[in-house]
Structure formats: structure tokens, C-alpha cells
């Protein structure tokens, strides 16, 4: 599978054309508010574990001096570097612990931490004393934030938003050679989670639900909706999502999600600790002693797929997510 993934990602590269050095000003529009830069930022603050890891795959880790907002330890090749940066926050910083920073910009991962009502602070707030915000367009690219809670999607999540925020920030710091190579190495594991799924010659009926978390397991659950990364995943293997809502992340209740009875369950695992079914092994002993959960096919079965909770946001892991997702369906049998 290694020598088939470097291939791949070899032959994406000889077709991409050659990146061109960014010329300043460099002027874009971002989530709706234009951007100007004289020349690439000295300096980054990340709000947003996304937007962390896509400037360390930019090669752009020494000029990060903070990070916040975290789901899971880092992706393992960022280990050692991400060590001797300083987290802010392991979720919300304060709008003044990042202005602290000085940073030459500050790359965002969701609008509703930063934008027109943002909980570290708007985008004015920041422009206002100088410091510039870029939003990663998953989050705003198809989708509506003014609707409160997670958004809502106007349209169905595509990696082509994940790739252009990466093109975007590399512009931005002028490593645009880099990002075409992470946008191929990502397009070539895309792929061929889609080939692997399509050569296991699923049942056309096939169906599931992700399960990201719960305020309390007493209460319906927070399962995607059709239109996020999920439903990305979901769409390129060609498996039905139980849950057809345009909400990024309903609650929906247990009775419901059983009618539905569907085939597998992808279930989210995270260090973060802010409800009780963020632990795993809360969310897996729930399916199988409630006395609703444990009756639906996908848990009779061990149909239960563990994944990583960042990839089920509309991230750079979102690809890893996918390719996850049907390497687990290939250990799988459906009647």
C-alpha cells in the first residue's frame, strides 16, 4: 500500500503545474472580508487545531508562537515540534492571551470562534489593533454560521474547500511549492480510499450514522448531519447517511436513530473532556447496555467503527477519516 500511495502521490505531482512564488500584494477574499499582504507574516497564532496542523505541514512551524482549541494530540510527524510551542488554551483562548502574541496573523479553524459573533473575539476586534484573521473556508465555504450552534451547510462539504485553505495560507506565507505537494499527498490518499471501497462491492443499501458526542448520555446525541465531512465520507464510498439533515451537528434521539437501523456506527474518540460521552469507551458502553442502542443491527453485529474526532470536522484529517473509513469496511461482512 506504501509503494501504491507514493506512486500516486508521484503521479498527482507531475501533473500539477509548477507553484509559483507568491507576488505581493497579495489581495483574496476570505469567508467575505478582503485581505491584503504586503508580504508573508512574521508570525502565527492558531485558533483551531486544523489550521495548526495545516501550517505545520507548510513547513511554517517556526513561526507559530501559540496554538489552542485542541481534540486530540497532534498528527505523530508534528509531535517534537509542536512540544516547544506554547498552547494558549487547550480550548477557547481569550482575545487577549492571542493579541499578547503580537502574531502577524491569526489562522482560524470555525468562524463562531472568530467572526460576527465569535466567542474569542469578531474579526474587527482583531483588525482593529492590527492583526489580520484568516478562517479556513471548510467553515464557511457551503455554509451558514449565522444560524447559532455549528452552522448550518448550504452545500455539501468538499475537500476542494480543505485544499483551499491550504493553496491560501501558502500563498499567504509564500510556500506555495509546499502546499502543492501536501494538496497532492492528500489528493493521492483520497483516492485511493475511494478505489479500496469500490473494489469491495458494498450493498447498495448500506447505511450509517457518526456519533461525535453527547452533553450527557441521558440526552439525544450530537450525530452529523448529511452535508459535513461525514457526509463527504459517506458520499465517496457510497454508504446512505441515517441522518438526513442539513445541520452540521443535530441531536437526535436514540429511539429515532434506531428506527433507522443503520448498518454501521462511526463513533468519534478525542482527549477533550467536555461532556461525559467524549470518552470513548462511555460512548461504546452505552451502546451496548442501553436498552434502545444495543437492539440496533450495527451494534448487534460489531459493526462500531472508532475514528478520530478531528477527522469528522471539515479538516485536512477528514481525508485520513475516509481513508480510515473504508479500510474498516474492508474487515467487514454485510448480508
Request: hydrophobic content about 45%; overall charge negative.
Amino acid at each position: 500500500m506504501k509503494r501504491l500511495f507514493a506512486a500516486s502521490a508521484l503521479l498527482v505531482l507531475q501533473a500539477l503545474p509548477a507553484a509559483a512564488q507568491t507576488n505581493y500584494p497579495l489581495t483574496l477574499t476570505n469567508c467575505g472580508v478582503a485581505l491584503t499582504f504586503d508580504a508573508a507574516p512574521d508570525s502565527a497564532v492558531t485558533i483551531g487545531q486544523s489550521a495548526t496542523e495545516i501550517l505545520y505541514s507548510l513547513g511554517l512551524a517556526p513561526k507559530v508562537s501559540g496554538t489552542s482549541v485542541w481534540f486530540n494530540p497532534v498528527l505523530p510527524e508534528f509531535a517534537e515540534v509542536n512540544a516547544g510551542i506554547e498552547r494558549l488554551a487547550d480550548n477557547d483562548p481569550s482575545f487577549e492571551s492571542v493579541v499578547a502574541k503580537k502574531p502577524g496573523l491569526v489562522a482560524v479553524q470555525y468562524e463562531w470562534h472568530v467572526g460576527a459573533s465569535g466567542m474569542v473575539g469578531t474579526r474587527e476586534m482583531f483588525h482593529d489593533v492590527g492583526v489580520p484573521t484568516y478562517i479556513l473556508p471548510a467553515d464557511c465555504d457551503t455554509k451558514d454560521n449565522s444560524t447559532g450552534g455549528d452552522g448550518t451547510r448550504t452545500g455539501a462539504f468538499d475537500t476542494a474547500h480543505v485544499y483551499k485553505g491550504i493553496r491560501e495560507l501558502a500563498a499567504i506565507f509564500d510556500v506555495a511549492d509546499t502546499g502543492a505537494q501536501v494538496i497532492a499527498d492528500l489528493q493521492a490518499t483520497e483516492a485511493a480510499a475511494i478505489d479500496r471501497a469500490r473494489a469491495l462491492d458494498l450493498p447498495d443499501d448500506l447505511s450509517a450514522v457518526f456519533w461525535f458526542s453527547s452533553a450527557d448520555l441521558e440526552l439525544d446525541p450530537f450525530v452529523a448531519g448529511r452535508l459535513g465531512a461525514p457526509g463527504y465520507m459517506l458520499a465517496k464510498l457510497g454508504i446512505e447517511n441515517a441522518v438526513a439533515t442539513d445541520e452540521e451537528w443535530p441531536t437526535v434521539g436514540w429511539e429515532s436513530i434506531a428506527r433507522a437501523d443503520p448498518d454501521l456506527i462511526v463513533v468519534a474518540y478525542m482527549d477533550r473532556r467536555r461532556f461525559p460521552a467524549d470518552d470513548i469507551e462511555e460512548k461504546l458502553k452505552f451502546l451496548r447496555n442501553d436498552p434502545v442502542a444495543s437492539q440496533m443491527t450495527a451494534v448487534r453485529e460489531g459493526r462500531i467503527v472508532q475514528m478520530d474526532a478531528h477527522a469528522m470536522s471539515a479538516t485536512l484529517r477528514s481525508i485520513h477519516g475516509l481513508d480510515a473509513l473504508s479500510q474498516a469496511l474492508a474487515d467487514m461482512a454485510f448480508e
